[in-house]
């Protein structure tokens, strides 16, 4: 559990964040992220992150599913328990081909959920603090994480500069942790405004 | 947009090839109706006539298939095919003519009672036989004559309103009043040809035009099967279109976005069709039954063997493997290559859907088939380079093309 300060700026239109991204990043500060309301087309891009791998991750469990299926059912109709069904052959590929298909699909959902959840970090219980609560609602939330060099309050002027309606420093948690906000709010980061 | 090109102009090189296609092909075609097609010998009329009737319904319904991607889409109140809709719409235009093309050659076969083609057809042997007396009150000529007018007539009218009401987006700037009407009418008028379209492209016709050749035999997957074909060749068909049109300079409002959407489309109808293949398959596979299991025999154990797997390869396997990847889908020359091979691949479909029937003991693929796809191949080539070249390339005031330039997959 880390406690890190953050700079916070928060935008209420989308042809003003854009703008403020690219601003904020030609001065040279690393955006943490960008809190959203919806998904913002482009957004990704304006913040330079690389394409996502989680459809290569599906590809593979996939694959895994096909392999699994095919290997497990020619087994047991070959090798370990053959039957004579209606006198097909044994090796009755198109009558497997649903439960290949189905095993495919199930690997690759259930795979791409899971790895999706681990990326973002999501799971029941698991908690993560909040930067703003209308991130939620109508607020598009910058957060910069600062490093020792940084100087707060320039970035906090640069975000008013650039358009952020509000803008403040927080030191909070960096990571994720099980609990409940109510209880633990006020041990895991307190809110610092000026 | 001041410096969008609105105006197709028809290169040289294109109409050159149109129109040696169409005298190559058409030359085949004359030689072939008249050495064979009027031959007294009947193998060679049901070669000649069963070759003419596969590329002539095929091409029937993968330019009607253009309209019907046009018609959804209006439903859904899709944007991002504003951009090119209007090549969508000149492959449509092609639909009276192709459909006038195969109307001519199956009420041919149905008058001159050409029963070996359609079994049915022989009054003597319907007499006699339990199954077809069943069918008979909808494979009989008369019904066949007037629904065949029907489909082919209503098609293209409904899709000539389509096309009409696209021409409005030409003129002036709409307000939000004109905007909200006119596209309200443009959904009613999408509405009728979808309408049709279910009742005659996924049901009726493919049942009629091809499935009845197996006048016994029938498959419940039969139409949607067609359909699929004939959509996803639709699909490859514009996209080969826009990619020329982009090549030539014009179409600048479209973009590798909009591409990625039209290569999903290849690339899930693919699925799709091999989900339809596989259904229709398996379940005949499985249950074993003579009288089902009669129009597979020959084309999995028979001469058709090779072709029906390739047509497997090509239609499923290439576009699974090759299309599955984003960057793919975006890369225009790999798309143009795709659109081509599965346009090929669904010629091939028909191809054995047709003779596969007709002609059990040997594959007959030859001169006269590929001589009778140059002459389709031709002119949809002239036809819909002409379609483009008498209109505006964009309909600049559709309400909703400014979502299509900033479309974003």
């Given at each position: 559990m880390a406690q890190k300060k953050f700079v916070v700026g928060c935008f209420d239109d989308e042809k003003v964040l854009f703008p403020a991204v690219k601003q904020v990043r030609t001065a040279g500060y690393k955006i943490k992220d960008v809190y959203t309301p919806f998904p913002v087309h482009g957004l990704d891009h304006a913040l330079g992150m690389r394409e996502t791998s989680l459809h290569t991750a599906g590809f593979i469990y996939g694959i895994t599913g096909t392999t699994t299926a095919i290997s497990c059912i020619s087994w047991i109709f070959t090798k370990d328990w053959p039957l004579n069904i209606g006198g097909k052959p044994h090796f009755a590929l198109p009558a497997w081909i649903p439960i290949i298909f189905e095993l495919t699909v199930l690997f690759a959902a259930v795979g791409m959920v899971m790895t999706f959840m681990w990326l973002c970090q999501m799971a029941p219980g698991v908690k993560k603090h909040h930067f703003h609560k209308r991130a939620t609602d109508d607020l598009f939330v910058m957060v910069i994480e600062c490093t020792e060099k940084t100087n707060a309050e320039d970035l906090k002027a640069l975000l008013a500069a650039n358009g952020a309606v509000e803008t403040d420093i927080q030191i909070a948690e960096d990571g994720w942790w099980f609990?409940?906000?109510?209880?633990e709010n006020e041990n895991l980061y307190k809110q610092v405004t000026n | 947009m001041a410096s969008i090109k609105e105006q197709f102009e028809i290169p040289g090189k294109l109409k050159t090839w149109a129109y040696a296609l169409i005298g190559i092909g058409g030359v085949a075609l004359l030689y072939g109706m008249f050495t064979q097609g009027f031959s007294t010998d009947e193998h060679e009329q049901v070669h000649f006539w069963g070759t003419l009737m596969y590329n002539t319904i095929f091409w029937t319904l993968v330019t009607n298939a253009a309209m019907f991607f046009l018609c959804f889409s209006t439903m859904a109140q899709a944007a991002w095919m504003q951009s090119f809709r209007r090549i969508a719409e000149a492959i449509s235009t092609l639909v009276p003519v192709f459909g006038s093309i195969t109307f001519a050659v199956l009420i041919y076969v149905v008058v001159s009672e050409k029963h070996h083609i359609y079994?049915?057809?022989d009054a003597a042997a319907v007499a006699k036989d339990p199954i077809l007396k069943g069918k008979a009150g909808f494979l009989n000529p008369t019904f066949f004559i007037i629904w065949t007018t029907l489909a082919i007539t209503l098609w293209s009218y409904f899709g000539y309103r389509m096309r009409q009401i696209s021409r409005?987006?030409?003129e002036n700037p709409m307000d939000a009043e004109t905007a909200k009407s006119f596209n309200i009418r443009s959904m009613t008028r999408s509405g009728f040809f979808l309408v049709w379209f279910g009742l005659t492209v996924a049901s009726t016709i493919p049942w009629l035009w091809?499935?009845?050749?197996?006048?016994?035999w029938y498959s419940t997957m039969y139409s949607w099967y067609t359909f699929a074909s004939s959509f996803v060749a639709g699909m490859a068909l514009i996209a080969l279109w826009v990619i020329y049109a982009k090549n030539k300079g014009y179409l600048e409002l479209t973009n590798a976005e909009h591409l990625h959407d039209i290569a999903k489309f290849m690339f899930a109808f693919s699925i799709f069709w091999t989900y339809l293949w596989f259904s229709q398959y398996m379940l005949i596979w499985y249950a074993n039954i003579p009288e089902e299991t009669v129009y597979f025999k020959h084309r999995v154990q028979g001469a058709y063997k090779p072709i029906f797997f390739l047509n497997l390869v090509v239609n499923f396997l290439a576009p699974l493997i090759i299309l599955m990847k984003r960057s793919a889908k975006r890369n225009f020359t790999l798309v143009a290559f795709m659109a081509v091979l599965i346009l090929f691949g669904h010629w091939i479909d028909f191809y054995q859907m047709v003779m596969g029937s007709l002609m059990k003991?040997?594959?007959?693929?030859g001169w006269l088939d590929f001589g009778i796809l140059g002459f389709f191949v031709g002119v949809l080539i002239l036809m819909v380079a002409r379609s483009l070249a008498s209109?505006?390339?964009?309909?600049?005031?559709?309400?909703f093309l400014k979502e299509s330039i900033i479309h974003q997959v």
């Open positions: 609990g409940t906000y109510d209880n | 079994h049915w057809l409005e987006a030409d091809l499935m009845s050749i197996d006048a016994h003991d040997h594959v007959t693929l209109k505006p390339l964009i309909a600049k005031n559709h309400p």
